[in-house]
């Protein structure tokens, strides 16, 4: 049994304009991320599908070693060659799946990482912004403020 090599790891550069907020990502960035995701979701698909083959094919090892010993045909050396090869065959799989899934793991962690690297610019952003709404505010009551003052005069 063989199980397909994993595919190169997929990069996202996720590059950002310069707005009179700051930096915001582009819209291509965002598209390199899903586009990203979709990749996680094939490779996960065929993940799916090698381990139903894989099941599959064990499975039938299983029942063959079954009938064989249903008719008596097999030696007990034989039987535990079948056992021992079975065996392995699981331990590889299992071996296999848990890398992939602890890969699967660190990409998600990866993408959580930019999540939380978007939230903190958008609220330093939203930050900044209020700040200058505040400012703005103040100086236009200023501004109120002196011409009643002098409309008053």
Known sequence: MHLPEPKDKVKIQIDSIKTPVGEVPTVESL???????????SDMDNLNTNVERNMSAIDKELR??????????????????KL????????????????????????????????????????EYSSRVDQRIKETFKAL?????VTVREEQK
């Open 84 to 123: 021992e090869k079975v065996s392995n065959q699981l331990e590889r799989l299992a071996k296999s799946e848990k890398e992939k899934w602890e890969s699967l793991q660190e990409i998600m962690m990866d993408i959580a990482e930019i999540i939380k690297g978007f939230q903190a610019s958008l609220d």
């Open 64 to 81: 063959n070693i079954r009938k064989l010993i249903a008719e008596e045909t097999v030696s007990f050396e034989v039987m535990s060659q």
């Open 141 to 145: 009551a200023e501004i109120i403020t």
């Open 31 to 41: 598209k390199n991320v899903v586009a990203g995701l979709n990749t996680l979701n």
